[in-house]
């Protein structure tokens, strides 16, 4: 459709071109900030200058010490075992009681006497010394008083590899008790502290450790 002519009457109105269009301007956006720079490191320490001189090895260093030897633990076999050989009044009763005394004409020593031996080394017999079959028993028991019913090789004490004793009747005539139990011939029994050994008509050896 054609446009209508423009009126004479209206006057025309003309727009400066400035006015109809205005660039927009942008403003640049500000630089972001830069970070600070790292702290300065410090300078190195100057490496010493190699020698010029011959090489010199240095001297090697000593061995470490070794810890000083422990000190060994002693073994049972040190420990000192010994007997008391004295008389025996009660059991002389009791065997009298049961016939197994010489008579009436064995009576029980009037002075008594009491005597302490060192079991040592790896036998101790007991008996009485006889020059005849050359025999000298290390518990002799052939002082006064003298006991009638001990026998010349009545029992024999020996070390075990513990450092313990034990006894053993090789067949006497009147046997041998240990804790008032007879001992079979050959029987091997271990002694501990306290033992009571009863042989011949009175005699008692009492067994003490150290």
């Given amino acids: 459709?054609?446009?209508?002519?423009?009126?004479?009457?209206?006057?025309?109105?003309?727009?400066?071109?400035?006015?109809?269009?205005?660039?927009?301007?942008?403003?640049?956006?500000?630089?972001?900030?830069?970070?600070?720079?790292?702290?300065?490191?410090?300078?190195?320490?100057?490496?010493?200058?190699?020698?010029?001189?011959?090489?010199?090895?240095?001297?090697?260093?000593?061995?470490?010490?070794?810890?000083?030897?422990?000190?060994?633990?002693?073994?049972?076999?040190?420990v000192t075992w010994t007997v008391l050989v004295a008389s025996d009044r009660v059991y002389y009763n009791r065997m009298k009681a049961a016939g197994a005394v010489f008579g009436s004409a064995v009576e029980f020593p009037a002075h008594t006497s009491e005597r302490r031996i060192r079991l040592v080394g790896k036998e101790m017999r007991?008996?009485?010394?006889?020059?005849?079959?050359?025999?000298?028993?290390?518990?002799?028991?052939?002082?006064?008083?003298v006991d009638p019913g001990v026998s010349r090789l009545h029992a024999v004490l020996a070390s075990a590899s513990d450092g313990t004793w034990f006894i053993s009747d090789p067949g006497s005539a009147n046997g041998t008790f240990v804790n008032n139990r007879e001992l079979d011939v050959g029987e091997r029994v271990t002694l501990h502290e306290g033992d009571r050994i009863n042989l011949g008509a009175w005699t008692v050896i009492t067994v003490h450790r150290g």
Avoid: C, H, Q
């Fill in 1 to 78: 459709m054609p446009e209508a002519p423009a009126s004479p009457d209206e006057p025309t109105v003309v727009v400066p071109f400035e006015s109809v269009f205005t660039p927009t301007v942008r403003k640049p956006s500000p630089a972001p900030a830069s970070p600070p720079p790292p702290p300065a490191s410090p300078p190195s320490a100057a490496r010493p200058e190699p020698p010029t001189g011959p090489l010199v090895r240095a001297a090697p260093a000593p061995p470490a010490a070794s810890a000083p030897p422990t000190t060994p633990i002693p073994s049972l076999s040190s």
């Fill in 126 to 145: 007991i008996g009485r010394r006889s020059a005849a079959r050359d025999l000298v028993p290390e518990i002799d028991l052939a002082d006064k008083p």
